[in-house]
């Protein structure tokens, strides 16, 4: 398959720039640019001749061609290489060291929309391809398995999973592009063998440790690095937080056409690494203990960080459906979030969407036009109660129908695979698959009584924690934005806009900290 005829191409302006940046090279039909597992390669713009994309089975992907480039996200983040690239027509290309084309990216910002966008749409096309990418092999009791799938999906990672016990070790063992092999590998373990993940010293000082790296904790590190602080996000699972996971942000300024979660999020991790924050992942905080001048944030694997000052942006988990036997359809026919790999799974399916938010009406638009037969379960009386009416006109106009006071009881079907569910009306209704969109709880369990929370766990700041500043907690010196701060409107611009003036109140304490030392003797 040829690329699209409309796929992007490079102008001859972008070419004459690359090339003065780059080296021109030539190869010959059969040479390999780069191959699955390759941990480096540079960015390659093609001048004549086609290369062929292929999966480790040798079976072509598609073929790019004159002013085409080559390259997806892992270009930029470092990650393994999951397919190979063999030249089908002599060749004549210029090669950008990575280095040097991410500063590029940073200073051209129409290059840096054309590649961005270019790569995000390859690798959303990457995890349809059947059989790419990592191998996860582990029977769906083991519950280190379902959290292993659950972690390569919330990190966009292209995967085969075999629903089986490994013929030895520990489940689940995972097989990595170019076939090595680790056996219940911890998250981190995973992403760095992949090569990614910043390796975090054992003990770190920074000025502002930011937990989280959703729109609030991206906000905070763009507006904290900019403005000089030495800022570190660290994130348990992937950057972006819910946003990332969203099909298509329709309301947030400054993009007319909607964005996607996806694209929101790497484009923010971008301009935050631009002004020199530092995102480490996965790196999840558990303990935290406040201090007098610094306080120390304890992460997973033994790592731990003294910082000056403190965000917490730790976002709210989904809501599960209170039914019995849900653990066993996770991941399989149960589903938090509508992504490539589900719409694939569930084209011309009979679906059902639970829930009245503007995320339920996303992914069920989302999955109708991947052609699936959707229902859309809600509480209330009225949808217009809930969600926006945009949304409630594209659900009309991409047939899902809306079932208004349905909840369910029950679910039905054999080996994680569902067949139906029951509702209270003790109505039962053929559903093949089920996506949850319930609600949020607050990620705070891990602070204990460290700062104050209200009855839900949502973190209290300002005048009801007693707090000098409008976001900071009970404890000066660490602060709350986000969906994770109580009373907050749970949306991205606001979670955007609270970490940015989160720094602001971090500049006055850390000024009154240091007007409060002691003068030199
Ligand atoms: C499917 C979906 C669609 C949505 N659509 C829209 C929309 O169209 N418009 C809109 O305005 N809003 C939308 N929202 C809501 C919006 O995404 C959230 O309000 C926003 O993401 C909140 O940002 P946040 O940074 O506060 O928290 P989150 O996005 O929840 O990010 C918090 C991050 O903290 C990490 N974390 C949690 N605990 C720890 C720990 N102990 N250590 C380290 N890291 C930790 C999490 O992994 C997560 O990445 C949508 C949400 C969803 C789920």
């Not at 780069?34 to 713009?45: E, K, L, S, T």
């Not at 892992?74 to 393994?80: A, D, E, F, M, Y």
């Amino acid at each position: 398959m040829v690329e699209p005829p409309d796929s992007p191409m490079l102008s001859a302006s972008q070419l004459a720039m690359l090339a003065e940046l780059g080296n021109e090279q030539t190869a010959d039909v059969g040479d390999v640019l780069y191959r699955v597992g390759d941990q480096r390669y540079p960015f390659i713009a093609i001048l004549e001749g086609e290369v062929a994309i292929v999966d480790a089975a040798g079976d072509e992907i598609v073929r790019h061609g004159p002013s085409r480039f080559l390259g997806e996200l892992n270009l930029l983040s470092g990650q393994s290489v999951f397919v190979t690239a063999v030249v089908a027509q002599p060749l004549r290309y210029i090669a950008v060291d990575r280095d040097v084309m991410r500063e590029l990216l940073f200073e051209d910002g129409p290059l840096s929309d054309l590649v961005l966008s270019t790569f995000i749409a390859r690798r959303e096309a990457l995890q349809t391809v059947e059989g790419l990418g990592l191998q996860i092999v582990g029977p769906r009791s083991s519950g280190e398995t379902m959290r292993m799938l659950d972690f390569v999906r919330s990190n966009r990672l292209p995967f085969v999973w075999h629903d089986e016990a490994p013929a030895e070790g520990e489940a689940p063992l995972v097989r990595l592009p170019g076939n090595a092999e680790l056996h219940a590998p911890s998250s981190g373990q995973l992403l760095r063998a992949l090569g990614v993940g910043r390796e975090l010293a054992p003990r770190e000082e920074v000025d502002l440790l930011v937990i989280g790296g959703g729109p609030a904790g991206l906000g905070a590190a763009v507006y904290g690095a900019s403005e000089g602080l030495d800022t570190l996000v660290v994130e348990s699972t992937a950057l972006g937080g819910q946003a990332g996971s969203s099909r298509r942000i329709e309301n947030y300024l400054g993009f007319p056409a909607g964005i996607t979660g996806t694209e929101l999020a790497g484009r923010a991790v971008t301009q935050a690494r631009k002004f020199g924050a530092r995102p480490a992942t996965p790196y999840r905080a558990v303990s935290l203990e406040p201090g007098n001048g610094r306080h120390v944030v304890r992460l997973e694997e033994d790592h731990e960080i003294a910082a000056r000052a403190v965000l917490l942006a730790t976002g709210a988990d989904y809501r599960r459906l209170p039914v019995d036997g849900l653990a066993e359809y996770e991941g399989l026919s149960v589903f938090y979030a509508a992504g490539p790999p589900e719409a694939r799974l569930c084209g011309a399916a009979r679906v059902g969407v639970v829930g009245g938010g503007n995320s339920a009406g996303q992914a069920a638009v989302w999955l109708a036009r991947g052609g699936a037969l959707v229902t859309l379960l809600h509480r209330r009386a009225d949808l217009r109660e809930t969600m926006s009416d945009y949304l409630v006109r594209e659900l009309e106009r991409y047939g899902v129908a809306v079932r208004d006071r349905s909840e369910i009881e029950a679910l039905h079907g054999e080996e994680g695979h569902l067949d139906a569910v029951t509702l209270t009306s003790g109505e039962r209704v053929p559903f093949s698959f089920l996506f949850l969109f319930l609600g949020a709880r607050p990620c705070t369990e891990w602070l204990g009584d460290t700062v104050l929370r209200d009855d839900n766990g949502f973190i209290l700041t300002g005048a009801d924690a007693h707090a000098e500043h409008l976001l900071e907690t009970s404890v000066p010196g660490i602060f709350a934005a986000g969906d994770v701060r109580s009373g907050s409107t749970k949306r991205c611009a606001t979670a955007v806009g609270e970490g940015a003036m989160a720094v602001q109140f971090v500049h006055a304490h850390l000024g009154r900290v240091l007007t409060r030392r002691p003068a030199p003797v």
